[in-house]
């Protein structure tokens, strides 16, 4: 992605058994070295589907990772954590 123009993030919500039909997102940007630089804050999703966030990328030139932390309807949090890397150029 490039500094001041628009980015997407592609990611997705796992659930196996969805009963609520939603699950409410956070998404957070870290620096390699684990601090927070962005916290992105999606609206409620549907689990099982290819998803994106929109933004307008500010964030410095440099390596990042971000994470997607979601809890369904019913308030279950998801077991695990998956990280990507992302790049500003």
């Known amino acids: ?14 659930d196996a058994l969805p009963s ?3 699950a409410s997102v956070t998404m957070k940007v870290r620096t390699l070295g684990g601090h927070l630089v962005r916290t992105i804050h999606p609206t ?3 689990p099982n589907v290819g ?3 929109r933004f307008t990328c500010r964030l ?3 390596a990042y ?9 019913a ?3 998801q077991v695990g954590v998956d990280t990507n890397r992302l790049a500003v150029l």
Not at 1 to 13: L, N
């Open 51 to 53: 998803l994106t966030a």
């Open 20 to 22: 609520s039909g939603i």
């Open 65 to 73: 990772r971000f994470a997607v932390y979601a809890v369904d309807g």
């Open 75 to 77: 308030g279950n949090r």
């Open 44 to 46: 409620d999703v549907l």
């Open 1 to 14: 992605m490039t500094r001041g123009k628009g980015a997407t993030i592609r990611y997705s919500v796992k």
């Open 60 to 62: 410095r030139r440099g």
